[in-house]
């Protein structure tokens, strides 16, 4: 895919982005449900989309539990409409004051909240991502550049052109809605260099793909998902509860970022524990790499490589340590920045591992899944972010924002 052609719909982004911001909430609202009933009505067309796509990865190989996240149903497009209505009845962060006062000179000083502009995301296979995507970043104000992985192309080019024909039915531009063209790695390359005209790149999918755009973008980009998550288990834990977080966090759903990857045990309680939790997680297939206090339970020998994996896996990597410091030293030097959890009932504790784990979230007494905008009651998600500037962990409408200062006077020079 040339540059020219990425070039091309950036610019009508850009054109487009600047009559969407000033839209009000109402106007977006019927966009929004307008794109729902459109994606239901259209079901039939996605999905005979959606089956060249899933026939094309079976014969490439593509592995089931991707085909899983490929395959579109009734049910998920259903899910995907109702989606976009959960976004219209969300708070719009566009024209909210973050704060305002007078001067003693009488200029009146306000921080607004407005769009971002042109937001571009980057993702792999899954195809509801483009409806969700969509919803969020036009709730917020922000036209949105969508490159999707090849592997969905078909899905994604019916799904985008269903959700722009319905927003340009409701007044708004088409171009509030764009899919990149091309397929190869060179149309993502463009849109990552295209200073100017796209103000931010959300990279969602794998370390491979995240790595790919921070090295590669000149444009501004918010790193998300990958988790390298703990969870530790105190001297002063409840056992109970313990076995419970742990089991969820590591089996719930073990494919995604806020899955629990590595198993901190106290010493304390490891005599305990840790036959108790190599049952437990032996129960619901999960594989254990461990330290020597592990593998004497059952678990295979962990390597440095264990303690650095994203597993994505009914896999867990699993050690004693001597307390909560020695916790803590093992987060900072493999933690990828995501998620992290305690488990006590010391409140001393608690409070130190909270003031030390340099995490976008820390959760206490509670399992690491609950790391998502839906649980933290932002509705939709746009994806979880690792870093540190402007947004930090699961993003939702405000985080698809930005400011700015409005000054006004009465005639006032300097």
């Known amino acids: 895919m040339s540059e020219p052609e990425v070039h091309a719909v950036a610019v009508r982004a850009r054109d487009a982005a600047a009559e969407l911001g000033p839209a009000s ?29 899933v026939a094309a990865g079976r014969n ?16 998920r497009i259903a899910a995907m409409a109702d989606g976009l209505r959960d976004i219209a009845a969300l708070p719009d962060p566009v ?23 042109v937001v571009a995301i980057v993702y792999e296979a899954r195809p509801n991502v483009t409806v969700d995507a969509a919803g969020l970043t036009l709730k917020s104000g922000n036209a949105v550049l969508l490159r999707g992985s090849a592997s969905a192309y078909r899905s994604n080019t019916a799904l985008v052109d269903v959700l722009a024909g319905a927003a340009e039915k409701t007044g708004l ?23 100017g005209l796209v103000d931010l790149v959300i990279p969602r999918g794998g370390a491979g793909l995240i790595s790919y755009v921070v090295e590669n973008a000149t ?33 719930s ?31 619901s297939g999960v594989t254990l790499h461990g330290d020597a206090a592990f593998t004497a339970a059952g678990a295979t020998p962990a390597t440095d490589d264990d303690w650095a994996a994203e597993y994505l896996s009914l896999d867990l990597a699993a050690r004693v340590v001597e307390g909560v410091d020695d916790a803590i030293a093992h987060i900072r030097r493999w933690s990828s920045g ?31 899944r609950f790391a998502d905008g839906g649980e933290f009651g932002f509705g939709a998600e746009i994806g979880i972010s690792t870093q540190k500037m402007h947004a930090r962990g699961p993003m939702g409408l405000t985080e698809l924002t930005t400011t700015k200062w409005i000054v006004t006077g009465d005639g006032q020079t300097r």
Do not use: W
């Not at 794109?35 to 060249?52: F, I, Q, Y």
């Not at 490439?60 to 049910?75: I, N, V």
């Not at 995604?256 to 010493?267: I, S, Y």
């Open 25 to 53: 909430r109402a106007h977006k609202d019927a966009a929004l449900h307008a794109m729902a009933d459109a994606v239901l009505d259209a079901t039939d067309a996605v999905l005979a989309a959606n089956a060249e796509d």
């Open 60 to 75: 490439d190989g593509t592995s089931e539990a991707l085909l899983d996240r490929l395959t579109l149903t009734p049910q």
């Open 95 to 117: 024209g909210e004051v973050v704060r305002g006062y007078n001067r003693p000179n009488g200029l009146e000083i306000r921080q607004v909240r407005v769009p971002i502009g």
């Open 173 to 195: 531009p088409r171009d509030v809605v764009q899919l990149v063209p091309g397929t190869d790695r060179a149309s993502v390359g463009e849109l990552l260099r295209a200073r």
């Open 219 to 251: 444009v501004p980009v918010i790193e998300t998902g990958v988790g390298n998550v703990h969870v530790y288990v105190d001297a002063a834990a409840d056992l109970d509860m313990a076995e419970r977080i742990v089991v969820n966090a590591k089996t």
């Open 253 to 283: 759903r073990p494919s995604v970022c806020n899955a629990a990857e590595t198993l901190l045990v106290h010493r304390a309680v490891a005599d305990e524990f840790v036959p108790r939790i190599v049952r437990a997680l032996a129960a």
């Open 338 to 368: 995501h998620t992290e959890a305690i488990v006590t009932r010391d409140l001393d504790t608690a409070r130190r591992f909270v003031a030390r784990v340099d995490s976008a979230a820390v959760m206490v007494n509670a399992s690491t």
